[in-house]
């Protein structure tokens, strides 16, 4: 989609630190990370938010949480999976991402 960061990132036209790719995912470090560990796993295809999600996503899904799955095996102690929909949640960039946090101990329930 024009005009989408994270849609360029996964073009490889902005650049990012990245972790992990597969055909369909890409995962990268957060450009202001709030944990020791803080990934964002994204669909190559745009979809803009957990909202637009149906039963045909079934595979993109699960290669979300298998991405989602490796990065954590750097977190021994634990790590949590967020993804945040709309403006009461604090979506900031309009495409899906599964933020990947540890290394440290998470509050909870989160702000
Ligand atoms: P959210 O607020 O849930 O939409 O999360 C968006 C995340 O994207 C934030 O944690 C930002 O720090 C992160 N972010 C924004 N721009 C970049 C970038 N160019 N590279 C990596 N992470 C980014
Ligand atoms: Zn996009």
Excluded at 35 to 50: G, Q, W, Y
Excluded at 65 to 94: H, M, Y
């Amino acid at each position: 989609m024009a005009d989408c960061l994270f849609c360029s990132i996964a073009a490889g036209t902005i650049p990012a630190d990245v972790v992990l790719e597969t055909d369909d995912v890409l995962a990268f470090n957060d450009i202001n990370p709030a944990a020791p560990t803080h990934v964002l796993v994204i669909p190559k295809r745009h979809v803009d938010s957990a909202a637009g999600l149906g039963p045909d996503d079934a595979g993109l899904l699960a290669a979300m949480f298998s991405a989602a799955a490796r990065v954590g095996e750097k977190c021994p102690g634990g790590w949590r999976l967020v993804t945040n929909v709309g403006p009461d949640a604090g979506q900031s960039v309009i495409h899906l991402h599964f933020h990947i946090l540890g290394g440290r101990a998470l509050g909870w329930p989160p702000g």
